[in-house]
């Protein structure tokens, strides 16, 4: 039995505690806490279709479907296990300093207005509910933008990581305003380089997350699936090793991984986009949460066979959690997960990429809904990981000669 304190400290941190009942359908979500001692019984889980939000030496947390609770509780990996209530903190009420989606859109115009020689803003692409996915370019050359190295920066793949909306989106825009105040290595770098930042790719999700004005938990994109249930996890729809681990072919479930690769309108809007500018040399993927510096393989244990691709992922990742204080890792080495955005990127383009996994580290510190105030030192510590990989965009390679 868990403690009493165990038990308190959950109310207090997800403040989701149904004391009412448990609805019986595959819509309630039911957040878990998991034994598990390695990364093998890790990805057992993971193949479950639950969604995995952090990792202990001993224990999971997850999310997941009553189907999916009832499984593992038969393989009796389950410890506790909640019914998640989202009816507590309200959005944008208690968090009024996040985003939501017009909000959104009006921060990034305004940048636009703010340096309209230095950004061009543009929809890469049509959502499910027909919402735009909007990036920004961003370049002190725009008219030869194509001709320098480039990166690409995204954020919101999945709907309730409201911090890894907020995050590139500040960084952006406080290092704008760095060019614009003459400091020299950040001109020298926004001038050099071919900068696009994607904040929101799955915006149907954030909207539907907070648009009742309270959170929904939710992951997915907002596709109905042929059970009438909704959403295909986005990060795991790409099209590399796509449906192998840990992306589940149930439609109910939070991992469901699409009826195929490339099914749903968003990711082929990132593919379009990323293969549309061949000089992007290094992507990162914001998430949250659990202070992580991830890069591939995610979908198999077995590292980068390229001896100096393995090193380049190793070597950045290892420096830039010098500075935002994160553990760096192999994706795999949490658990097998398949059809991700730097799989792809990295397994079909080449592209070195990582996924930070933002604050805070563990479910304790509020797990997806840290509140506003996670948000400037989030910001804070990843301004030198965002700098690092835009130098080294031009040639990743030097940090391993
Ligand atoms: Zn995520």
Aim: hydrophobic share 35%.
């Amino acid at each position: 039995m868990p403690s009493k304190a165990f038990l308190l400290l959950s109310l207090f941190a997800f403040g989701m505690l149904s004391s009412t009942h448990a609805e019986s359908t595959d819509d309630q979500l039911y957040w878990m806490k998991l034994k598990a001692h390695s990364k093998f019984e890790r990805s057992v889980i993971a193949d479950t279709g639950v969604a995995i939000e952090t990792i202990a030496d001993d224990f999971v947390t997850a999310t997941g479907t009553q189907t999916e609770l009832r499984r593992l509780e038969k393989m009796n990996f389950v410890e506790v296990s909640f019914p998640v209530q989202t009816d507590t903190k309200d959005f944008p009420a208690g968090d009024g300093a996040f985003h939501d989606e017009a909000r959104l859109k009006a921060a990034m115009d305004e940048l636009v207005r703010k340096y309209p020689t230095l950004v061009r803003i543009s929809s890469v692409g049509k959502t499910v509910e027909d919402r735009d996915i909007w990036a920004l370019r961003i370049s002190g050359n725009l008219a030869k933008a194509e001709q320098l190295p480039g990166i690409i920066y995204m954020g919101g793949h999945h709907a309730r990581e409201h911090l890894s909306v907020e995050t590139p989106l500040r960084i952006w825009e406080i290092l704008l305003e760095r060019y614009a105040q003459g400091d020299e290595r950040v001109r020298t770098l926004i001038d050099g380089r071919d900068i696009h930042l994607i904040p929101a790719v799955n915006p149907d999700g954030l909207a539907y997350d907070v648009e009742s004005g309270r959170y929904r938990s939710w992951r997915k994109n907002r596709t109905q699936n042929d059970n009438n249930t909704y959403g295909v996890d986005l990060n795991r729809n790409y099209d590399y090793a796509w449906g192998t681990t840990g992306a589940s072919p149930s439609p109910s479930s939070e991992t469901f991984r699409g009826k195929s690769a490339f099914s749903e309108p968003e990711t082929r809007a990132i593919r379009d986009y990323v293969e549309a500018h061949e000089n992007i040399t290094v992507l990162l993927s914001f998430h949250t949460y659990s202070q992580l510096i991830l890069y591939p393989w995610g979908h198999t244990y077995t590292s980068i066979a390229n001896d100096a691709d393995r090193r380049v992922h190793e070597t950045m990742a290892r420096t830039m959690a010098q500075w935002n204080g994160y553990t760096p890792m192999q994706s795999s080495g949490l658990y097998t997960a398949s059809g991700d955005a730097t799989d792809w990127s990295y397994g079909v383009h080449g592209i070195i990429s990582f996924t930070f996994e933002l604050d805070p580290g563990r479910w304790g510190g509020g797990g997806f809904y840290p509140g506003a105030g996670a948000i400037p030192a989030t910001v804070q510590k990843n301004i030198e990981p965002v700098l690092y990989l835009l130098e080294h965009a031009a040639n990743p390679y030097g940090v391993i000669q």
